[in-house]
């Protein structure tokens, strides 16, 4: 297994991001339980979206404890490529890998529809060259709200850390915020499901650019075709 | 003893619930309320007496689980129930 995808109780998109990965884009991916460790030889790790512990506390504040998050914090410190999707960003903010916190969405709805979203010039894997300079992904969510303090958030603008904006925005996040990265561009988290956007059937194929950025230093290094 | 944490959004922080709840609140025709902020309490039994040892125990749950230092304030009461 190359790409890990870790299943907390309540995560419910864990399935969908490994037949992504697996069987549409073609790198070994499996789940693993969150009361396991992460295997060796793993490159890359995807945190699902769900309900992990039923959102209790707050979404993302109990799965934070879970044994495998020492593990992935380690393996994000060594440079690991960690994705966290929806329920995933949550939980990657709870945890310190990402700056930020999750709140209720200012409407005060679950927002479920093919979201509209401006990339952003980020790095070399996230931009409008290598992805478009807008994209449609499907988003579901009820606390997708981004909030940041002052500092937070002039740091991650200045850095140019902002992956993804919403156009427009369907929940009140702050400076429109969809997705970001952690400095050094290994931690990556957005609201969007990329791996719900990958195949024909799909309302759009835009997460497949997506989902390919992300693994591209996988990508590069085994002989997987790049072509769809 | 019983420990009760109150867990609040900060000031500063968006509360999308106690807009709502503030909205319903003047559709009431309380016209003079506003500031609604929705929160939370946590309580619990714990073992021991009121020690800087014991506060400290609660603080480090408070910070690192109950509440979210990004987004909340927390405030908690110890009392011998």
């Known amino acids: 297994m190359k790409v890990a995808i870790i299943q907390f109780p309540g995560s419910n998109c864990d399935w ?10 073609g790198l070994p991916a499996g789940r693993v339980w969150h009361k396991d ?17 039923g959102d209790y506390l707050r979404c993302g504040a109990i799965a934070r404890f879970s044994p495998i998050m020492s ?8 440079g690991g490529q960690v994705l966290g999707i929806c329920n995933g960003f949550q939980i990657l903010c709870e945890s310190g890998l990402l700056p ?12 479920c529809l093919n979201q509209s979203l401006k990339v952003e010039d980020s790095n070399e894997r996230f931009n409008t060259e290598a992805l478009a300079a807008q994209l449609t992904l499907p988003i579901a969510h009820g606390e997708g709200n981004y909030r940041a303090d002052t500092e937070v958030l002039a740091d991650l603008e200045a850095n140019n850390q902002v992956l993804l904006r919403y156009s427009p925005n369907p929940n009140g996040s702050i400076n429109d915020i969809a ?9 990556y988290g957005m609201m969007p499901h990329p791996e719900r956007a990958v195949e024909s059937h799909h309302p759009c194929l835009d997460g497949l650019p997506v989902l390919r950025a992300f693994l591209q230093p996988l990508l590069q290094s085994s002989s997987v075709k790049l072509s769809a | ?36 902020r929705v929160g939370k309490t946590v309580t619990f039994q714990m073992e021991g007496s009121d020690t800087p040892e014991i506060r400290d125990e ?9 509440s979210n ?12 129930e």
Not at chain 1, 16 to 25: G, L, M, P
Request: hydrophobic share 40%; net charge negative.
């Open chain 1, 37 to 53: 460790p992460l295997p060796e030889g793993v490159e890359a790790v995807i945190v699902p979206g769900g309900f992990s512990f």
């Open chain 2, 1 to 36: 003893m019983k420990v009760t944490v109150f867990v609040s959004p900060k000031t500063t922080v968006l509360d999308p619930q106690g807009a709502a709840v503030e909205q319903a609140i003047k559709s009431l025709g309380h016209h003079s309320i506003e500031g609604v």
């Open chain 1, 71 to 78: 593990d992935l914090q380690r393996f994000a410190d060594q």
């Open chain 2, 69 to 80: 230092p990004v987004i909340e304030d927390y405030r908690y009461e110890i009392t011998t």
């Open chain 1, 100 to 111: 930020g916190a999750l709140v209720r969405n200012d409407c005060m709805e679950f927002r």
């Open chain 1, 179 to 187: 997705g970001i990265r952690n400095p050094t561009g290994n931690v």
């Open chain 2, 58 to 66: 609660i603080d480090r749950l408070c910070d690192g689980l109950l």
């Open chain 1, 16 to 25: 969908d991001a490994e037949h992504s990965v697996q069987n549409v884009i």
